[in-house]
């Protein structure tokens, strides 16, 4: 599929999105209110673990309305002259924990010398979380993964490379589409988001993978002034 064809189906998906989150936003509102009315207003226990089964239900698919709804918004970067290597730190805080209760040896390469890059850190950060968590999902308990930072020909580069399941070659050029996943958790939008910011960025996201060996993503990101 050509750049041109993957950013055409690219806006059309997220319209379809945008229209369908708003669509589901508006009952879905309506039956949280009805539900904490109930629950407010009538007792019994079975009332209540009715009411907080609908609660939960309704707090998961308005998190699914929202993961549309970003996926649809344009991306529009507030682009800052930043350091990559403290995104990466700050992302890891919000991750170590997790890789520590899974068994995952989770390591850190950071390259010295990486330039300052004009970026939104926050938007940034997210793409690393997806990347990250992406990871974590293939490699199961007591899998590896090691992020690194530095510089590839002129450019700013960050990967994200695992140990796990890997990713089939014929798969490889579905990877980055909306919807497309092959977990059994997750939206199939993570990628898909990750990739708009990277291009939103002037860089890209590349992947490269072996089935049953593991997987290795990389962001590739203009230095600040091009440098």
Known sequence: ????????????????????????????????????????NFRGSLIREFMKIISEEVLRINKLTTTLLNFARPVTPHLEPADLNSTVEDTLELL???????????????????????????????LLINLIINS????????????KTGISDGM?????????????????????????????RGTGL??????????????????????NKGSKFTLVLPGKNGT
Do not use: C, W
């Open 1 to 40: 599929m050509s750049e041109r064809e993957r950013l055409s189906r690219l806006a059309a998906t997220g319209e379809l999105a945008a229209t369908l989150a708003h669509e589901i936003k508006n009952p879905l509102n309506a039956i949280g209110g009805a539900a904490s009315y109930i629950g407010e």
């Open 96 to 126: 170590s924990q997790e890789a520590k209760e899974s068994g995952i040896e989770l390591s850190v390469d950071l390259g010295n010398g990486v330039p300052v890059v004009d970026m939104d850190h926050n938007q940034i950060k997210q």
């Open 136 to 147: 974590f999902d293939a490699v199961g308990e007591k899998g590896r993964v090691l992020i």
């Open 156 to 184: 700013v580069v960050l990967s994200v490379e695992d140990n796990g399941t890997g990713i089939r070659e014929e798969n490889l050029e579905e990877i980055f589409n909306p919807f497309y996943t092959t977990k059994t």
């Open 190 to 211: 993570g990628l898909a988001i990750s990739k708009k910011i990277a291009k939103e960025h002037g860089g890209d996201i590349k992947v490269e993978s072996a089935y």
